[in-house]
């Protein structure tokens, strides 16, 4: 029998209770200090006492089953390999509850009609905590040897005694696909996954055979994050890099041109020093135009025709060479083009140079050199951008290998972009072995370094969606390891859960290859997860996948940072009444919130979007006189969304008229938005 979370509604944990002791820890109940608070042995091989108490109502068919599977449940936790945990458990049936010391793990086995609750306490001060209530029904109709409903039930409940909290691990995201026991409400299982095998392995550690010695860890920092560029934004990026690159080797090509033909004994104005002829010009701007048509065709000038010019690039989502790219200008760049220019005219403007005060004046050979290495630099320019881009469209579909970037000058530039730069460089250098004019020889040695160079130029205001250097680590996030052969998720972590703000640690991972799913709180439900709930970050960021990451026996693969992409603080839902889940269908952009009525009972729940959780309120003004505004995030129940936030508006107004009322929020990381929306009052 598959068990599905409807049927157990006594499988729920006392959120209260599991909240007594709850600090900023994933897995394991703690001390207020974050030590784990997990069952203290006197003895290290010492059982743990468990007392099964059966209420005398419970018929002898239902006992016999139901304990045979409460002890397969023990055994499941009990023959973990990488772990150290026994237990001893006995039976006792009476009408009252039996005196227990506190060494004693205490099971209450009843008839569903009897039981006030089904939930468990962790332990406390060392001690086992009580499991309140095992519904003896649940044992019938079991084949020996399976893994029954009341076995995984018992598992759970089990888990919490002994010092386990919730798994982020969900089949609110992964479907009913390897779920662990210590998901919130019992999904099905085939018994312990990996995420519950890591858990009792790490509270109660074998030391024959340490969990360390035969798994791998996936470690790492979720850090604040721009939003990684989308498929349309990514062709703009490649784009606007190639129409420069071909640009600038134009332009160079048009400036050779005419200086062969000067040599040649035509009439003809080159520059860069002096104002290039009509020809080399004509040439140039036909160059010119070309690269902005591709440019305008690709990520378009304005919105609302396109839109695939990132927000990084030109806040207005404006792509057109001539008028947009106004984050370049913030940065003290210039738009795309003029940025070629100066480029390329830096280095004609070293090769071309006056050469007539030299002994040998401009012989055939130094003018043949200096047009092959104006081209060869803007070639091997070309090359070293088509690295950066290539390797920062692996990392906009997240396929860099982990704890690497495609940031220039950074010692951890991917190795295979690194390669890159290298090869290309070493390629162009390759063309420079030739004698220039005198007046230009000293940019021989200074070439290869110019054509790297000049080919990074730019490339971070182009690639805008990399995550700056230093960005604050962010709490709350649920990052996953996938089996990338199965699909099936094994071992999840809170970012920050391990009392190091962002840290996450994704260990007991066997020896293969995992993905990493970085999600919010709306992959998994339920309370009692070790991390306060409204510090989990939940409707704020589109979840993603990064990976593969090949993990190894007794190895830590770390990641470096992970950036998560928060949107900006706005309100999305707007509901109406006691119901904070339902929907009013008015529109929130409209900026009017539902009207009121004179000396009426009044209450709006503005759902929140984006901003890093938690939310909090840091000021409200213009609401009509009666009405109070206040930021909620509480989580009561199990089926509760973790890290949803609200700006609830309540009271009575006192007076009619129309107001408009101004709420100041401000996230976890500072930033602050105002928002302002109407609210009528009738008479």
């Not at 519904?135 to 020996?144: F, H, N, S």
């Not at 036909?286 to 305008?296: C, H």
């Not at 109406?576 to 339902?582: E, L, P, S, T």
């Amino acid at each position: 029998m598959i068990l599905r979370r409807r049927l157990i509604s006594t499988s729920i944990a006392l959120a209260v209770l599991a909240f007594a002791t709850a600090a900023p820890a994933f897995e394991f109940f703690r001390y207020p200090g974050g030590t784990p608070d997990l069952v203290k042995l006197a003895v290290p091989d010492e059982p743990i006492a468990v007392l099964m108490w059966v209420r005398d109502t419970v018929s002898a068919d239902d006992e016999a089953a139901a304990t045979s599977q409460i002890r397969d449940a023990l055994m499941l936790w009990q023959n973990v390999p990488t772990a150290r945990i026994r237990f001893s458990a006995a039976t006792v049936r009476s009408a009252t509850r039996p005196v227990t010391s506190p060494e004693t793990l205490l099971i209450i086995v009843a008839n569903q009609a009897d039981l006030l609750s089904g939930g468990a306490t962790g332990p406390s001060a060392g001690y086992p905590g009580t499991w309140f209530g095992a519904v003896a029904e649940l044992g019938r109709g079991c084949q020996p040897g399976s893994i029954c409903p009341l076995t995984l039930v018992a598992a759970h409940e089990i888990g919490h005694t002994i010092g386990f909290l919730h798994s982020t691990v969900s089949d609110e995201y992964f479907g009913a696909n390897n779920i662990p026991v210590m998901h919130w409400a019992v999904a099905p299982s085939k018994g312990l996954t990996t995420d519950d095998i890591a858990a009792v392995s790490l509270a109660y550690p074998d030391p024959a055979r340490p969990l360390e010695s035969v798994t791998g860890t996936l470690r790492g920092v979720c850090t604040l994050g721009p939003a990684v560029a989308s498929s349309s934004e990514r062709k703009c990026q490649q784009a606007i890099s190639t129409a420069l690159s071909a640009y600038g080797l134009t332009k160079s090509r048009c400036i050779a041109t005419c200086d062969a033909q000067r040599q040649g004994g035509a009439p003809r104005v080159c520059g860069p020093a002096n104002p290039y002829d009509a020809d080399t010009a004509q040439c140039i701007d036909d160059a010119a135009v070309d690269a902005k048509l591709k440019i305008i065709e690709t990520c378009g000038a304005a919105p609302p025709a396109k839109t695939t010019c990132p927000a990084c690039i030109d806040a207005a989502r404006n792509c057109n060479p001539n008028t947009g790219f106004g984050q370049w200008i913030a940065a003290g760049v210039e738009r795309p083009l003029v940025a070629e220019d100066l480029t390329t005219d830096f280095i004609n403007g070293a090769l071309y140079c006056d050469d007539s005060g030299s002994a040998d004046g401009l012989t055939a050979g130094e003018s043949l050199c200096r047009r092959q290495v104006s081209v060869e630099v803007e070639r091997g320019v070309q090359a070293v951008r088509k690295c950066y881009d290539k390797c920062n469209s692996r990392r906009q579909t997240r396929k860099l290998p982990a704890g690497t970037n495609c940031t220039a000058g950074d010692s951890k530039l991917e190795p295979k972009t690194a390669a890159c730069i290298q090869t290309a460089v070493a390629k162009a250098s390759s063309k420079f072995a030739c004698r220039l004019p005198d007046c230009a020889a000293s940019l021989s040695a200074l070439l290869p370094g110019l054509t790297k160079s000049l080919g990074e130029s730019y490339t971070s205001v182009l690639y805008c969606d990399t995550a700056p250097p230093g960005a604050l680590p962010i709490d709350g996030v649920n990052v996953v390891a996938v089996n990338r052969t199965t699909g099936a998720p094994a071992v999840a972590r809170l970012s920050g859960g391990e009392l190091v703000t962002g840290v996450f640690n994704l260990v007991g991972l066997p020896p293969g290859r995992y993905d990493l799913a970085v999600l919010d709180g709306r992959s998994f439900a339920g309370t009692n997860v070790g991390l306060a709930q409204e510090k989990i970050q939940t409707d704020n960021f589109t979840p993603y996948t990064v990976g593969p990451y090949v993990v190894s026996a007794g190895k830590q693969v770390d990641l470096g940072n992970l950036p998560v992409p928060i949107e900006a603080t706005a309100v999305d839902r707007i509901a109406i009444g006691g119901d904070r889940f339902g929907d009013s269908g008015i529109n929130p952009t409209a900026g009017v919130l539902p009207s009121g009525k004179r000396g009426t009972g009044y209450q709006a729940w503005l759902h929140l979007h984006g901003g890093a959780r938690p939310l909090t309120l840091q000021g409200a003004a213009g609401l009509p006189s009666g009405l109070t505004a206040a930021i909620f995030s509480s989580q009561t129940t199990n089926a509760s969304t973790s890290g949803e936030h609200f700006l609830q508006i309540l009271g009575s107004p006192q007076a009619a008229g129309s107001s408009t009322a101004t709420f100041q929020l401000r996230d976890a990381l500072g930033t602050t938005v105002t928002l302002t929306f109407g609210l009528p009052v009738s008479p």
